[in-house]
């Protein structure tokens, strides 16, 4: 079976790449592993009756040009906002809203007048860095040891910052380089207050709000919109599995060939190129190869051995890889009521986060290191069957549970381990919300392991490699190959370990497509 490009992996950014790329006349062909499209952004019965986001769970990153070029909105996909953003309960009386219309300006000013009073700036200060990032979402970024493109993207680069003030460009840096704690430290003095913007610093990201660099994987969370309102989060209707339901409709409307149930086992390389692939006992053959998977399991699992650089092997069998994530779908006979706020409201549709202080968080994954999962851990609920009555028969609802931090190599193994994890969750989030271990009335519990293992997620990474700074923008995957061209020719990366990484932003889908698309010469397409 032949065909121009060959894809590996029906995830989001995969089914981005072959969009664009069947878009301009080229045939594709994607090979994916399950019975399923969608990779983690999928939506799955997982208790008789009920329905969820299996993986992936919000929508607040998937890029604008993304839905427009490829009309995923024509193609079935609806996006509802969440009618408060975010709520912050705790043990006691106190809470915090989040949410539009200048209620988190208020809420704030309900804790701290004075946090209140340095929320604009913060926001400001906030904007401008964003507004570096947002420029760079659907662009190379500038590649080590490249030739005149890449030293003019350089300059141009440089040439953004710059044209911001001065202390703007400080707040690049503090951004790139501080911890949050360091950055909202300056702005907030209110637990609560802190915790509110500090909880984006460790979603997915093992590591501690204290440490250099989380600054950044905060800032990596707010760059998106949902709904056309900028740093807003939804759902879509239907759950996650809407998106990529809706972007394989369209890639098919372009005669892309899905091929289901085709696990990869291994890259064809002949004469050092990626001329295919072999899955499901089936040869594919192609004039260029892209792989949507975490370049950890293309370079040690799939690429043939000796067909890359030793050096390059041994760096990417070293590519650190583990978010210490535990992902939830809890069936529910009724809503929860928390102590803090226990009437029903708008506040149940929001991203519920059980993390009322940067030193929790931190604790968090200080317990993590040392006791093997955390005690008390980072944990934001959503009901999404508050704003969609398709998820779960009437009168009851689904929750999806995100919990930080449970590493990969636990002592006893996930095997033996995950009903524990499980139960201690669900245990502490009743601490919160009395009486909601009662409602459970059915659960999918997955554990690193097994995000590994149902979605090739290696190391369980929800993002497809750490978003630590030696593994960002120029570094992603490795230095001298960010441009989305592997160190094989006729081999490209188009999943969250290529710039500008983890989410379902589709960003490193439409790159790849882009760089290929200007290869064609070279790839005779």
Not at 100 to 126: C, F, M, V, W
Not at 245 to 263: F, N, S, T, Y
Not at 466 to 474: E, W
Request: aromatic share 8%; hydrophobic share 45%.
């Amino acid at each position: 079976m032949t065909t121009d490009v060959l894809i590996i992996g029906a995830g989001h950014n995969g089914l981005v790449c072959a969009w664009y790329l069947a878009s301009r006349g080229l045939k594709v062909t994607v090979l994916e592993a399950r019975a399923i499209v969608g990779g983690a952004a999928v939506t799955e019965e997982f208790h008789p009756g009920f329905r969820n986001s299996t993986a992936s769970y919000t929508v607040g990153l998937l890029n604008p040009q993304v839905i427009r070029d490829m009309r995923l909105y024509d193609h079935g996909l609806r996006v509802v906002l969440r009618k408060i953003d975010n709520f912050l309960p705790t043990l006691g009386p106190d809470y915090l809203l989040a949410g539009r219309d200048g209620l988190t300006k208020r809420e704030i000013a309900r804790h701290a007048p004075a946090d209140a009073q340095n929320y604009d700036a913060y926001s400001a200060a906030l904007g401008a860095v964003v507004g570096v990032v947002r420029q760079w979402l659907l662009k190379a970024p500038p590649n080590a040891g490249g030739g005149l493109a890449d030293l003019l993207a350089l300059i141009k680069l440089g040439g953004g910052v710059g044209r911001l003030g001065l202390e703007d460009q400080r707040h690049v840096v503090d951004f790139f380089t501080r911890s949050a704690a360091d950055v909202l430290g300056r702005y907030f003095s209110h637990e609560l207050v802190q915790a509110l913007f500090g909880f984006d610093a460790v979603v997915g990201h093992y590591d501690s709000p204290y440490s250099p660099g989380s600054a950044y994987v905060l800032l990596h969370h707010v760059f998106g919109e949902a709904a056309g309102i900028e740093g807003a989060w939804g759902h879509a209707i239907g759950g996650m599995g809407a998106i990529t339901q809706a972007m394989a409709k369209a890639c098919r409307e372009h005669g892309v060939e899905i091929v289901l149930d085709a696990p990869v086992e291994e890259i064809i390389v002949e004469e050092g190129r990626a001329v295919g692939a072999v899955a499901g006992g089936k040869t594919y053959r192609a004039k260029a190869v892209a792989a949507g998977v975490n370049p950890k399991l293309l370079f040690t699992r799939l690429l043939p051995e000796g067909t890359v650089e030793p050096e390059i092997e041994r760096r990417m069998t070293h590519w650190g890889s583990e978010s210490a994530t535990f992902r939830m779908n809890i069936a529910l006979s009724e809503l929860p009521r928390f102590t803090s706020l226990p009437d029903p409201g708008d506040h149940m549709t929001a991203g519920i986060i059980i993390a009322p202080s940067l030193g929790y968080m931190d604790r968090a994954y200080l317990t993590a290191r040392t006791e093997g999962f955390s005690e008390e851990p980072v944990v934001e609920m959503l009901i999404p069957s508050t704003l969609d009555d398709s998820l779960a028969p009437a009168g009851t609802h689904v929750a999806s549970l995100f919990c930080q931090h449970f590493p990969y190599d636990v002592p006893g193994g996930w095997e033996a381990r995950r009903d524990e994890a499980a139960d201690a969750i669900i245990a502490h989030v009743d601490r919160y919300a009395p009486g909601f271990a009662g409602s459970v009335v059915g659960r999918l519990a997955l554990s690193p392991l097994d995000l590994e293992r149902r979605f090739g997620l290696v190391g369980g990474d929800i993002f497809h490699g750490k978003m630590g700074l030696d593994q960002l923008f120029s570094n992603r995957p490795m230095l001298g190959h960010a441009d989305y061209r592997m160190p094989l020719d006729g081999l490209y990366l188009c999943g969250s370990g290529a710039h500008p990484g983890g989410g379902v932003t589709g960003a490193p889908g439409h790159n790849a497509a882009a760089a290929i698309l200007k290869d064609r010469r070279k790839l005779r397409l």
